[in-house]
C-alpha cells in the first residue's frame, strides 16, 4: 500500500489588480490577510513598480488607491527582485499572448501577470495561487501552473467554509461597487460561488 502524497505548500502571488482593490475597504484587506496569514505568500518588485507608476501616473481614482495600496505591503513581507529569476524572453511571450495582438497600452501592461506566470512555471515543490481581478489574466494563468483566484471567489470560498458570513461578503462587495472595482452580488451567489466573470475560472 503506497503512501499517499503529501500536499505542496500553497505560495501566493498578489497581483497589482488586487492590492488595489484591496486598497479599496481596509476592513476587506484585514479579512483578505486573515485569510492568507498562515500561507505563504510573496509580492514581486514588478507589482510594486507598477503601484509605484500608477501612483503617480494613474487616472484619479487609481491614483488614490494605488498610494493607499503602497502604504498596504507590510503583510506581504519584501519585494522579490525577479531581474535574475525570470528570463524576459519568456517574460515577453506571455505579455504577447495577454495582450492577444492589441497594441500595449504602455510597455509595462501585463508584466506583472506575466512574470508571475512565468515564475509559476518552474514551481515543483510548491502549489502557486494568484490572486486577481483580470479575467482574462486568470484564464491565462491555468497554463501555467496557478491556480486563480478573484476577491470574490476567494470570498466566496470564506462562506463555503464558514470563515465568513455572507453578508459581509455581500458589505466587501458593496465596497468595491462603490470603488468601482466590481459590482453588486447577493448573499446567494456567494453561498452558491456562482459570481459570473469574476468567480471563473
Not at 470574490?152 to 470563515?163: E, S, Y
Amino acid at each position: 500500500m503506497t503512501s499517499p502524497a503529501l500536499a505542496k505548500p500553497a505560495l501566493w502571488f498578489v497581483d497589482t489588480s488586487s492590492l488595489l482593490s484591496l486598497a479599496a475597504d481596509d476592513n476587506l484587506r484585514q479579512t483578505v490577510q486573515g485569510e492568507l496569514v498562515s500561507q505563504r505568500r510573496v509580492l514581486l518588485d514588478v507589482v510594486v513598480d507598477e503601484l509605484e507608476r500608477l501612483a503617480s501616473q494613474g487616472l484619479p481614482g487609481i491614483k488614490d488607491l494605488a498610494v493607499a495600496a503602497l502604504e498596504q505591503l507590510d503583510w506581504l513581507g519584501e519585494p522579490v527582485d525577479t531581474g535574475e529569476l525570470v528570463a524576459a524572453e519568456r517574460v515577453v511571450e506571455i505579455q504577447n499572448i495577454m495582450r492577444s495582438g492589441r497594441s500595449l497600452k504602455h510597455p509595462a501592461e501585463h508584466w506583472a501577470e506575466s512574470v508571475i506566470m512565468t515564475m509559476a512555471e518552474r514551481l515543483q515543490q510548491m502549489d502557486p495561487y494568484m490572486l486577481c481581478e483580470d479575467y482574462n489574466a486568470r484564464v491565462e494563468s491555468l497554463h501555467h501552473n496557478l491556480t486563480p483566484f478573484s476577491i470574490h471567489k476567494l470570498l466566496a470560498r470564506m462562506v463555503q467554509g464558514g470563515r465568513l458570513a455572507a453578508d459581509g461578503a455581500v458589505t466587501f462587495a458593496d465596497a468595491l461597487q462603490t470603488a468601482e472595482r466590481g459590482k453588486d452580488y447577493t448573499a446567494g451567489e456567494f453561498i452558491s460561488g456562482r459570481l459570473g466573470r469574476v468567480g471563473q475560472p
